[in-house]
């Protein structure tokens, strides 16, 4: 059985895209197991001269190290993700590399009906940036709209049709960790490049 | 032309720092640039609002006041910072600073890339509806291998780059200028003026007649005003009621506050109608300002309340003459604003500058001489710059002579120089 890192993409107390991974968690609780991570608490990123990230960020890393993909929820924040997501991604680039050839699957909720499709663009492209390499599953969107009514009491997921993508994709993603386990021939060039980056003159 | 520059990292060695530092240095003839600093922002949270934080406030204040923005992005995984996402994420959550403000974006990296990415990124967002901020459109000032592109002086070493962002630079100051025009509220026409004060500003005491002779008494009342030895809080110090008022009775000034709603508030009480340059009375305190003009001043009264509302004007100076040959009467309508820009009312200063000119001539040993090729107007003050058809009425003074010449001066004293007795 596949190990899932799920990233909660905000630090709000109230959020829609950590129902939903908590949703993903218990409704897939027989296929895969989903841990969900918290990035609320980490400092802003501020390249500091030691090279060192703190503990929460390391502990983080340290997680999707060991797990076989890792599922991000976003919110939209100005047509992008929020600058608290985009602040985890930047310590864990920083001279770490956790996300050198890991698989990805994104997801989003909104409040409205667009279901952060601008965010979820802009979060494949920092994910392909050349500190983080994460191998993003493709051709593949799931956009959560109207998130304040789609769960039930119990967080279940009300609308059946959305479900039903949301399982198929999620059958795509197991299938795609397993494919992506051979892409990895650049592995260990990949993993000593972002290391080589050279932060302090950016 | 009065710009913010952000550079959009909080790191203590940043390139694009550096860029906006030279910027403000190297084209200061053409920008006033002031290079902020977003160390303090804290991480945005929509959970633990801290838009009233100082570093926030700070930024947001700074912007609404400015004429345009240029932000200098690096370029992180392909995108901006996000301590430059945060910021933003704070203006435009429960404020919108950037509104309609015009924008020009540049970027320092240590790549070829010059931030190419983040830049356009950043124009995205910038547009979002919540940011709401017009970027200039193309013009990409992109700087790459920034590690060798300044001299040890920090000036950028390459003509061609200089030469292309004073271009770029140009281009804003005009794109500056037509978004702000485009930006600009219809302007109502100084007719809209109301003297008889209908309207309400945040400040203005309803309930009291503005009219009644006790207005201060029952406002006063109506506000739990302080007054005696209560303590107030100024900018910047501490006084107390009697203070204040020891304070502005003391001034050799005449002054008068009238509001946003042309009500006139206060005035420092400290001679009798008769004895003032400007005559007023306890009674007239909390009047709409057409009780205190004659009607066939109004007009005039009107165009420059609206002059100095608009911005068209920041002061409007008004000689008044009639109170005799000793005496030039100035009559000195300032715009008054708040942190915000936002205008306040108007603080009226009247003042006999006869004693001024005479102690001056007096001490440096001149006296004045008639300039035979001198503009006959005198009445409306340099700065403005448009004035009413016809501006001496304004006072409700009776001024529609010419104004006195001033008095021959006094055989100055045997001192010669400048300085001679200080």
């Known amino acids: ?202 | 032309m009065k710009l913010v520059g952000i550079a959009g990292s909080v790191a203590d060695k940043s390139y694009n720092r550096l860029l906006l530092k030279y910027i403000a240095r190297e084209f200061k003839d053409v920008v006033d640039l002031d290079v902020l600093d977003i160390n303090d922002v804290p991480l945005f949270n929509q959970s633990d609002d801290q838009t009233d934080s100082p570093a926030v406030q700070a930024i947001s204040n700074k912007i609404l006041a400015a004429d345009g923005v240029i932000i200098a992005t690096p370029e992180h995984n392909h995108t901006i910072t996000a301590s430059l996402k945060s910021l933003i994420e704070w203006l435009s959550f429960n404020i919108h600073p950037m509104s309609g403000k015009p924008v020009m974006i540049v970027g320092a990296s240590y790549y070829d890339q010059g931030s190419s990415r983040a830049q356009l990124n950043l124009r995205q967002i910038l547009e979002s509806p919540g940011v709401d901020a017009i970027v200039m459109p193309g013009n990409e000032f992109l700087l790459a291998n920034v590690k060798t592109v300044f001299d040890e002086n920090d000036n950028l070493k390459d003509d061609r780059t200089v030469s292309f962002l004073k271009e770029t630079l140009g281009k804003f100051t005009k794109f500056v200028k037509v978004i702000n025009k485009m930006n600009e509220k219809e302007d109502p026409g100084w007719q809209s003026e109301d003297l008889e004060s209908h309207g309400k500003v945040e400040t203005t005491v309803e309930g009291v007649d503005m009219h009644a002779a006790d207005w201060v008494e029952k406002a006063a009342e109506k506000t739990n005003a302080a007054e005696g030895d209560d303590y107030v809080k100024l900018d910047r110090g501490l006084l107390t009621v009697n203070q204040l008022n020891y304070f502005l009775n003391s001034m050799p000034i005449e002054l008068t506050y009238a509001d946003a709603n042309n009500q006139f508030i206060y005035y420092n009480h400290f001679l009798e109608a008769k004895d003032m340059l400007a005559a007023r009375t306890p009674g007239q305190a909390g009047n709409p300002m057409a009780d205190c003009h004659p009607k066939r001043a109004i007009p005039h009264v009107q165009q420059v309340i609206h002059m100095l509302r608009t911005g068209q004007t920041d002061m409007f100076r008004l000689p008044v003459p009639g109170m005799g040959p000793d005496k030039y009467v100035m009559h000195y309508y300032k715009a008054m604003h708040d942190a915000k820009g936002e205008y306040k009312g108007i603080n009226e200063l009247v003042l006999d500058i006869m004693p001024i000119v005479q102690y001056y001539l007096k001490h440096t040993g001149q006296m004045l001489v008639k300039d035979p090729d001198a503009d006959t107007d005198a009445v409306s003050g340099a700065s403005t710059n448009t004035k009413p058809e016809k501006t001496d009425a304004v006072s409700g003074a009776s001024a529609d002579t010419e104004p006195e010449k001033p008095a021959e001066p006094e055989k100055p004293d045997e001192v010669s120089g400048a300085s001679a007795n200080s």
């Open chain 1, 1 to 202: 059985m596949h190990k899932f890192v799920a990233i909660v993409g905000t630090n709000s107390d109230n959020s829609t895209n950590r129902k939903l991974l908590q949703f993903m968690q218990k409704h897939f609780a027989d296929q895969a197991t989903i841990e969900l991570v918290e990035i609320k608490g980490l400092p802003m990123f501020n390249k500091p001269e030691d090279k060192q990230i703190p503990a929460q960020a390391q502990a983080m890393a340290k997680q999707i190290d060991q797990a076989d993909g890792v599922i991000i929820s976003t919110p939209e924040y100005d047509h992008s993700a929020p600058a608290a997501l985009m602040n985890a991604l930047e310590w864990l680039s920083y001279y770490v590399n956790p996300f050198a050839d890991k698989p990805v699957m994104i997801t989003g909720a909104s409040y409205g009906s667009l279901g952060t499709s601008r965010a979820q663009e802009h979060l494949r492209q920092i994910l392909d940036s050349p500190e983080l390499r994460a191998r993003i599953m493709p051709s593949s969107e799931f956009f959560l709209g109207h998130s304040l009514q789609a769960f039930d009491d119990d967080g279940n997921l009300v609308d059946q049709t959305k479900l039903a993508k949301l399982e198929g994709l999620f059958a795509d993603f197991q299938t795609f960790v397993d494919i992506t386990k051979q892409l990895n021939h650049a592995n260990a060039a990949n993993k000593q490049e972002i290391h080589d980056i050279d932060w302090a003159n950016r």
